[in-house]
């Protein structure tokens, strides 16, 4: 299990989800490790100045050459990756399954429509991935992510144009592995979490979410120590 995150200025919320994760970890006997802003060094510079240094971009890419560093050392049977503002809150049955050669997170994002009607939208995310030697996936998704950045114009990249954006659009294509247990939170469903409501918004689901990712990048819609200490009591999933 491998995580990065900066090691200055963290805010408290952060902090509890890495400790979340950490001890879940550590509970399953999973090797950990932890590294700070020296993950992005591993992106090229041309990559970085094409992006303009805008972190989640270089972090999407950043995080997979780490993972296939990781298993050319040897030694494992699969390394998984979880973003530092995910927490896992119901760690109970919780564990990394790769039924294949990887796998990713899946979200059901609950939001308004330009109607003001609540709507869920399924997305494949990689704030949780895990993938096995040898994986034909990890090498293309590298390369298609340096060669998307190289073509694109850098003043209209979205922050989810090489993460979240380019793995649901090849999963309605080819079909990723994915787990649902390993979800997100939106800022309405957050809203409505911390009105006490549960999971079942959502609709039917193949599974309830254990670990969501709380969206460091919506710190202005969300309630993040709120939301912490409201999740807690989903110790079943949500």
């Given at each position: 299990m491998i995580q990065s995150f900066r090691t200055h200025n963290v805010p408290h919320w952060i902090a509890r989800c890495v400790e979340s994760v950490t001890r879940?970890?550590?509970?399953?006997?999973?090797?950990?490790e932890f590294v700070d802003d020296a993950l992005l060094e591993r992106v090229p510079d041309w990559y970085r100045e094409k992006v303009r240094a805008k972190t989640p971009?270089?972090?999407?890419?950043?995080?997979?050459?780490?993972?296939?560093?990781?298993?050319?050392?040897?030694?494992?049977?699969?390394?998984a990756w979880l973003?530092?503002?995910?927490?896992?809150?119901?760690?109970?049955?919780?564990?990394?399954?790769?039924?294949?050669?990887?796998?990713?997170?899946?979200?059901?994002?609950?939001?308004?429509?330009?109607?003001g009607k609540l709507v869920v939208r399924n997305n494949v995310h990689n704030a949780y991935c895990a993938f096995r030697p040898?994986?034909?996936?990890?090498?293309?998704?590298?390369?298609?992510?340096?060669?998307?950045?190289?073509?694109?114009?850098?003043?209209?990249?979205?922050?989810?144009?090489?993460?979240?954006?380019?793995?649901?659009?090849?999963?309605?294509?080819?079909?990723f592995n994915v787990d649902p247990r390993f979800g997100a939170v939106s800022p309405?469903?957050?809203?409505?979490?911390?009105?006490?409501?549960?999971?079942?918004i959502l609709g039917e689901r193949v599974s309830k979410?254990?670990?969501a990712n709380l969206c460091l990048t919506l710190s202005d819609e969300i309630e993040h120590e709120l939301l912490i200490s409201n999740l807690q009591r989903f110790d079943s999933g949500l």
């Open positions: 879940w970890a550590k509970h399953l006997g999973y090797r950990y971009l270089v972090t999407d890419l950043a995080r997979l050459l780490w993972i296939r560093e990781k298993l050319a050392q040897g030694g494992v049977d699969v390394v973003d530092a503002d995910t927490l896992v809150f119901a760690p109970n049955d919780l564990e990394i399954e790769v039924v294949g050669s990887c796998v990713f997170g899946y979200e059901y994002w609950l939001q308004q429509n330009r109607h040898n994986c034909p996936v990890l090498p293309f998704l590298i390369e298609s992510i340096e060669k998307l950045v190289s073509k694109i114009d850098p003043d209209f990249i979205a922050p989810q144009f090489v993460g979240p954006k380019l793995l649901t659009s090849l999963h309605n294509t080819v079909g309405d469903l957050s809203e409505r979490v911390l009105g006490g409501h549960d999971g079942s979410m254990r670990a």
